[in-house]
C-alpha cells in the first residue's frame, strides 16, 4: 500500500510530513561508534530539509508549515518527523520533552522519529510506549542493506540481528516500524537487495523506504566515487529494478518512498535522480501498477 494512501484511510484527509530538528548527534559522528559517519551520510546526517535547528520545537512547526503551505488544500494533518541524525541517541528526558511538544499540536497526527536500532535502550523505548499512547509514533530504522560485507562498507556499526531485536522490542509496544533500505550499494545484485527487502517483510516491519544510493558532495562516498569505485545506478536499471522489488511487498505494508530525496545541491551522481518530473512519471507508468493495494 503506498503512504497517501494509508494517510488518507487511516486520518481521514491529506497529511504532510513536517522535517524537524532535535538538535541531536549520531554515535557514528560524535566518536562513540566512529567520527567518519556513515560513507554516504551528508554533513547534515541525512537530513538535509529540517527547519531550523536553533528555532524552538513551536517555531520550527510554523517554519516547515510554511515550506509546505503551497501544496496544502482543504483539510490536512501533519507528520512531526525528527529525521537527521539519531533521534535517540541523547538524554530520554530532554528527547521526551522535545518530542511532547511536537505532538502537542492538535494538527499533528503521528510523531516519526528516524534512528539507529543500536540506540533503543530502555528507557528510551519505555519513553517512546508513554507517547505511543498520546498519538501513534513511528520508528525509523536505516538498515540499508541485510548484507554484511555491505553493512561494513558503508559502516553502519551494528549488525543485523541488533536490527531484528530493535523490530521485535518496539513492536512489544505497539510502536510502527518504517525500514530504510540503500538501492545500489557497490557490488549489491538485484537478488542481494530482493534479499534485504524479504528480509524486513518477514520480520514485519510495518513500512519500508527505498531510496536510491546518492552520492553527496563532502562525503567519503564522494572520494570512492570520484577513484572510479562506486559505479552508479543508470535510470532504466532503477526503474527494472523497482519493479521487480514492489511485487515483493504485501499489501499490509506501506511504501514511504520508492524514489530518492536527496538536495539537488549536494548531488555528484546520479544525476539523472535530479529530474524528479522524470522519475515520477516513469514510476507513475510502470512502478506503480505493481502495488499491491
Ligand atoms: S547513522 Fe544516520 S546520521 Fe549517523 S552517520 Fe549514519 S546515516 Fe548519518
Known amino acids: 500500500?503506498?503512504?497517501?494512501?494509508?494517510?488518507?484511510?487511516?486520518?481521514?484527509?491529506?497529511?504532510?510530513?513536517?522535517?524537524?530538528s532535535a538538535r541531536v548527534t549520531c554515535p557514528n559522528r560524535d566518536g562513540k561508534l566512529g567520527t567518519g559517519g556513515?560513507?554516504?551520510?551528508?554533513?547534515?546526517?541525512?537530513?538535509?530539509?529540517?527547519?531550523?535547528?536553533?528555532?524552538?520545537?513551536?517555531?520550527?512547526?510554523?517554519?516547515?508549515?510554511?515550506?509546505?503551505?503551497?501544496?496544502?488544500?482543504?483539510?490536512?494533518?501533519y507528520i512531526a518527523y525528527f529525521q537527521s541524525y539519531t533521534n535517540t541517541y541523547g538524554d530520554a528526558e530532554y528527547l521526551e520533552r522535545v518530542f511532547r511538544e511536537a505532538m502537542e499540536p492538535e494538527e499533528i497526527a503521528v510523531l516519526s522519529v528516524g534512528t539507529r536500532p543500536d540506540c533503543l535502550p530502555q528507557e528510551?523505548?519505555?519513553?517512546?510506549?508513554?507517547?505511543?499512547?498520546?498519538?501513534?509514533?513511528?520508528?525509523?530504522?536505516?538498515?540499508?542493506?541485510?548484507?554484511?560485507?555491505s553493512a561494513e562498507?558503508?559502516?553502519?556499526?551494528?549488525?543485523?540481528?541488533?536490527?531484528?531485536?530493535?523490530?521485535?522490542?518496539?513492536?512489544?509496544?505497539?510502536?510502527s516500524v518504517i525500514t530504510h533500505l540503500i538501492l545500489g550499494l557497490p557490488g549489491e545484485t538485484h537478488e542481494d537487495m530482493k534479499a534485504s527487502l524479504k528480509h524486513v517483510v518477514n520480520v514485519g516491519s510495518d513500512g519500508v523506504k527505498l531510496q536510491l544510493l546518492h552520492v553527496?558532495?563532502?562525503t567519503d562516498l564522494a572520494d570512492e566515487y570520484a577513484a572510479g569505485k562506486v559505479p552508479v545506478m543508470e535510470f532504466e536499471e532503477y526503474i527494472d529494478l523497482l519493479c521487480e522489488l514492489v511485487p515483493l511487498i504485501p499489501k499490509e505494508l506501506v511504501i514511504h518512498r520508492l524514489t530518492g530525496d536527496g538536495d539537488k545541491k549536494l548531488l555528484i551522481a546520479p544525476l539523472w535522480s535530479a529530474d524528479k518530473k522524470r522519475v515520477l512519471n516513469e514510476v507513475n507508468r510502470r512502478v506503480l501498477p505493481l502495488v499491491k493495494r
Open 216 to 218: 553527496l558532495k563532502g
Open 38 to 77: 556513515c560513507i554516504f551520510c551528508s554533513a547534515g546526517g541525512s537530513g538535509e530539509f529540517a527547519a531550523c535547528a536553533d528555532r524552538s520545537i513551536p517555531e520550527q512547526i510554523a517554519e516547515a508549515k510554511a515550506r509546505v503551505a503551497a501544496k496544502v488544500r482543504g483539510q490536512a494533518k
Open 153 to 175: 562498507y558503508i559502516r553502519r556499526g551494528y549488525e543485523l540481528p541488533v536490527y531484528d531485536a530493535a523490530v521485535r522490542e518496539l513492536h512489544k509496544r505497539g510502536i
Open 124 to 149: 528510551i523505548l519505555d519513553m517512546l510506549e508513554r507517547l505511543n499512547r498520546i498519538k501513534p509514533v513511528w520508528v525509523e530504522l536505516g538498515l540499508q542493506t541485510i548484507h554484511e560485507r
Open 1 to 20: 500500500m503506498l503512504l497517501n494512501d494509508y494517510l488518507q484511510a487511516t486520518f481521514g484527509c491529506k497529511v504532510y510530513k513536517l522535517s524537524l
